[in-house]
């Protein structure tokens, strides 16, 4: 495709892309955008090594070979900020740089996009229903060891407290915690000698896992040996209801008051809600994490939306052809939200944003510019902004039930620019 | 874990873990065995390089991060060859090391298998149902990076024809075959335009895009720019069966009877098998394949399943008590045929395999030996290795309706060796 644009000139026409989604998944009532940091970094370091292009021999011609040794994105980019929420057709990244520059981003942007935002959005809705209670990270053994750490990210970004992945800790600085498994108490000849090794090597603020064999003796076993300040206990099996009533009730009667409650055992949201009522301290969350809680990947895509024509103008080819807005471009995207601060639309248009009364919040930020990464930000400001975002929509959002998008998007005509 | 266990001196005990599945994802006949090669490149590579180390200094003490420091795999492997088809219980990998060296290759080991099986299992059901057509891995965009690579290779070992992703042609082979998007044509002035530029640059064995504008206006006009010669048309929307009977009889109208229908459009086994009848010639798969067609992730667990006791003797630790060989270690695994070659169970114990009477086809083969890889084959041999492991199964194996396993896994106790 590249080599036939290349070759028919069409290659260097200016050209505006733009990543969106056409709706949610099946149900869900808002997504997350994540990935935005790693989509950067990825589009810096986006050039044809000598290997790259050897292997490209024999696939594409000489002139497409050389064109890809030069390769370097010299465009612009705006999109959503990390974090942000996002309705059908929110416009979350838009380039705007020359066909061939920019249709060679699309697998890039849409592979880290379509899985990253999968799970910040799964995320998300653990998180808002585990309220102030801790999720924790442990899916990477469920999913490819790559994008393991790239979920472990992205669960972040959407509130989860830490990760066991070690990986995400070097690269993102994502807060990590482990656990201890079933092996290592195997290992042992007693449940007791686990116990002591755990505790003496990591103190008594350690999480003990109290299932491997019958659960009343571990939790007596546990206090007894890391004495009543012992940090957590850990249920992965059974009606985990059930069980942390009991073992709360254990632990308090041992004098063990303090000590948390952190259950595991293929939990998703609808499992975390069930347990809002049971003495739970924290959840770890694994394959429902990583597997985006039954939609691995978004359906994001990655249209032409408008290119040069002969002349040098600008052509709109979008297809809906009753769209009368004929001079193509980037779309602005504005959250309007009411008088006192709840979301109420999502406004996407072409042209000039309708006169902003205030309430309107701008979506679109730049993300890149001539080629340089202008939007890079930290994790943190990314997590910050998406519990300030879902904080304002309305509360059918936090419904897991299957449903319409909490907020409808609204098509409006910007006015032309000039 | 690793700390704990290394302070208190069990780390260092013999142990042997097992990977292995509890059952297959719900409805399936049968799974199928990827990842392997890289499961032995990622075993190869594992070391703690300073970068990892410096990461970790705060996470273990000092003992434990020069124990990492030096760590290497030591020990040994056995496992399922790639490509073989596997049931409930099959014992997919056996790791033999010390607990400290083995309990660390847990999450890259789980994340490999459980990935590149998952996509692999489903690429299989495709391939099946495609029968002769070949069946085109497209899904790159649809999932994370890195990953995309994996299910690239996967689909391949599973029968996959080719894949779009360009990556997994430079490191693991994987034949490759472009298209081109609605993108290109909407690039031009007009779709004679975009035709033209493609056949220039490709000639006229390339595929071209019929469904941006009016595809019987665009069949017309392929066939006019490329001649009859034009190697094949591709749809990527709507009623697939029908405008593949529909562009055939025209193609044929128009001389082009060589000219192959290529289709794409969200295609899962399900759709493949409704076109079987329609003329369509070769299937582009996307989203359903990088997604497992509904089952992203295998469930494979990696289990201690026999220590090193106090004595020095091997101490089986399988939770199930009932189990009579007190004597752990590896198992066996056998696919039992009959007469005809037809498979009829999965024989899998502890010991010394039951006598073959030459219908017993062993399925364990050593990976690595001393922490040496000698396991490591051709792409193209585990290809050819799931082709045949499948032709084995029963016939039920082809049905794509929700059922049980196609041959149940037998547990059987083999001889105490002496």
Redesign the interface.
């Given at each position: 495709?590249l080599?036939?644009?290349?070759?028919?000139g069409?290659a260097h026409?200016r050209?505006v892309?733009e990543l969106f989604p056409r709706r949610l998944p099946e149900g869900r009532r808002y997504g997350v955008v994540a990935g935005v940091g790693r989509a950067l970094d990825?589009l810096e370091a986006f050039t044809f090594d000598d290997?790259?292009l050897a292997?490209?021999d024999g696939?594409v011609?000489a002139p497409t070979l050389d064109w890809l040794a030069g390769y370097r994105f010299t465009g612009d980019v705006w999109g959503y900020a990390e974090g942000e929420t996002y309705f059908p057709y929110s416009p979350l990244v838009t380039v705007e740089a020359s066909?061939a520059e920019a249709?060679l981003l699309?697998?890039?942007l849409?592979?880290?996009y379509?899985?990253?935002a999968a799970i910040a959005s799964a995320a998300s809705r653990m998180t808002l229903v585990a309220g102030d209670r801790p999720c924790i990270e442990m899916g990477?053994?469920?999913?490819?060891?790559?994008?393991?750490v790239?979920c472990a990210r992205a669960a972040y970004v959407a509130g989860f407290a830490t990760s066991s992945n070690?990986a995400a800790?070097?690269r993102y600085d994502v807060p990590?915690a482990?656990?201890?498994?079933?092996?290592?108490t195997?290992?042992?000849?007693t449940e007791e000698?686990a116990f002591?090794?755990?505790v003496?090597?990591?103190g008594v603020g350690t999480t003990l896992l109290v299932d491997t064999y019958d659960i009343r003796e571990a939790v007596r076993l546990a206090v007894e040996v890391a004495g009543p300040g012992l940090g957590a206990v850990r249920l992965d099996s059974g009606d985990l209801g059930v069980l942390a009533h009991e073992v709360r009730a254990q632990l308090d009667d041992l004098g063990a008051t303090g000590t948390r409650i952190v259950v595991t055992s293929d939990l998703d949201e609808f499992a975390i809600a069930g347990l809002a009522a049971a003495p739970v301290d924290g959840y770890g969350v694994g394959?429902q994490l990583?597997?985006?809680s039954g939609h691995?990947?978004c359906?994001f895509v990655?249209?032409?939306v408008s290119?040069e024509?002969?002349d040098g103008s600008m052509v709109s080819?979008a297809k809906r052809s009753h769209d009368k807005i004929s001079i193509g471009g980037r779309k602005f995207a504005l959250r309007r939200r009411d008088a006192r601060g709840t979301a109420e639309a999502e406004v996407v248009g072409i042209g000039v944003p309708p006169h902003d009364d205030g309430d309107d919040r701008p979506l679109l930020v730049p993300l890149v510019r001539d080629g340089e990464v202008v939007g890079r930000e930290s994790l943190d400001a990314a997590r910050a902004r998406h519990l300030a975002s879902r904080a304002e929509l309305p509360a059918a959002a936090q419904q897991m039930s299957r449903g319409e998008p909490v907020i409808p998007t609204l098509h409006v005509e910007g006015t032309v620019e000039g």
């Open positions: 495709m080599q036939a644009a290349l070759r028919s069409t026409r050209s892309f990825a290997a790259a292997a490209l696939v011609d066909f249709v699309e697998t890039v849409l592979s880290i379509n899985h990253d990477s053994r469920r999913t490819h060891e790559e994008a393991a790239a070690l800790r070097q990590t482990g656990t201890s498994a079933h092996s290592f195997l290992l042992h000849d000698q002591r090794a755990q003496d090597a990591l394959t990583v597997t985006g691995p990947t359906g990655y249209k032409l290119r024509g002969p080819v």
